[in-house]
């Protein structure tokens, strides 16, 4: 199976700041990623999917990079509503796998 | 638009069974592969199984292979996930997902297993 290790498990922001969170995959999946959200008491949403696009309606200061092994999601102008737990997710190959997890919170 | 809706979660004791549906509407459901992920509380997601879009073939995680039964009928575009012996260890929001090869999963709302005595 494919092990995504995703970091940091958390970090702390302002809103307006630049935050990143790393997907690495223990072997290569080509740009086979995608990005979810998921807010308290609700199934995960869909940001970023094959590695850079964006969902239709996902804003723009939420952007995807990597590729092969190394994904990068970026959150530019952090906005309060973007408080939650970010997901990496590699569907290259069966078993798709997530990441652990990376739960953005406010100082 | 994609609607996939769970039922038949609930409480239930260690060792018993429980069966889990997911009625989908909103797309053509025998044209895709179709899986449960489940989430404990306060935990991540994690992929349980898989079944392909004729049923003919199923995949499992390792936890749960020969305790758990993941089956279809396309006649009426549902899914299912058949839970027996279960353990406490298997309590989490199980949520039914279609696998889309280009965008990744579309999820359920989820349905909540509870295994405790």
């Known amino acids: 199976d494919t092990v995504m290790t995703q970091s940091p498990a958390s970090m702390s922001t302002s809103v307006g700041e630049r935050v990143t969170v790393n997907c690495k995959a223990s072997q290569s999946v080509g740009t086979v990623v995608a990005w979810f959200q998921q807010k308290p008491g609700q199934s995960p949403k869909r940001l970023i999917y094959?590695?850079?696009n964006r969902h239709t309606g996902v804003p723009d200061r939420f952007t995807g990079s990597g590729f092969g092994r190394d994904f990068t999601l970026t959150i530019s102008n952090v906005e309060a509503e973007d408080l939650a737990v970010y997901y990496c997710l590699q569907y290259d190959s069966i078993p798709w796998t997530f990441g652990g997890g990376t739960k953005l919170e406010l100082k | 638009e994609v609607q996939l809706v769970e039922s038949g979660g609930g409480l239930v004791q260690p060792g018993r069974s429980m069966k889990l549906s997911c009625a989908a509407s909103g797309f053509t459901f025998n044209n895709y592969d179709m899986a449960w992920v489940c989430q404990a509380p306060k935990k991540g997601l994690e992929w349980v199984a898989t079944i392909s879009y004729d049923g003919s073939s199923t995949y499992y995680r390792d936890s749960v292979k020969g305790r758990f039964t993941i089956s279809r009928d396309n006649a009426k575009s549902t899914l299912y996930l058949q839970m027996d012996s279960l353990r406490s260890e298997d309590t989490a929001t199980y949520y039914c997902?279609?696998?889309?090869?280009?965008?990744?999963?579309?999820w359920g709302q989820g349905v909540m297993v509870t295994v405790s005595s």
């Open positions: 094959l590695a850079t």
């Open positions: 997902a279609r696998e889309n090869t280009y965008y990744g999963y579309d």
